[in-house]
């Protein structure tokens, strides 16, 4: 079953704003729509918060990929369509990089642009470099960008730094490979306990972005159902 973006927006919220906080973060209360929604990857989402950040790299990875078929329930990629077209519409020229590409979904349409376009991910499916044969599609990790210093006229990165272990170091390197311009989409969310989502970072609030981004005064942030932050990069 695929769910819109939309609609696991509105779940969200209706979750996370209306539900008493003591009720939202109980166990009793998430365990029958954990159950109803993730199945036989209930317990890795039940027990996450708690294991997460004492997780090796390749625990982390094992735990991504085992879960892969609740976390693509809404399909080809998490971005609302709002966030899509900001980002379509504000790329700046040049080269550009997608770090969390997930199935090229983006990196597809900033291609069919003509732009030059490099996709980066933890992992590939072959079929994702089957069907977006314009993009370069390379694998790694966020905190460990194997590109040198202002590599990229553009870095995008949507739904990635909710997942990340070390914000602050995956940040850094956004920026370190962006010579112009950062784009990052992330969604507005509430920290709870146990959500329908492998996250580790929420940003319920603009000065939550500030926070966890460092302030820019550049820094455009617009409220598009998930937060969509662009900065323009100062040389040094």
Known sequence: MRVSRRFSLAVQYILDEWVPPVVRDSRWFMGLPMRFVMRDATNDFMTFKDSVFGMDD????????????????????????????????????????????????????????????????????????????????????????????GSFDVVVTTHTLEHVQNLSTAVAELRRVAKRQLIIVVPRQRPYRYTFSLHTQFFPYEWSLHSAFGYRKNAVIKRLGDWYYMENIQPE
């Open 58 to 149: 390749e625990s982390f990875s094992a735990l991504y990929e085992r879960t892969a078929h609740v976390q693509q329930l809404q399909g080809e990629t998490d971005l609302n369509q709002r966030c899509t077209d900001e980002i379509l519409r504000s790329l700046a020229p040049g080269r550009i990089l997608e770090v969390g590409c997930g199935r090229g979904y983006l990196a597809g349409l900033m291609a069919g642009q003509g732009r030059d376009v490099t996709g980066f991910d933890i992992a590939i499916a072959d079929d994702v470099r089957s069907r977006h044969a314009a993009v370069q599609f390379l694998t790694g990790n966020i905190e460990s960008l194997p590109f040198p210093d």
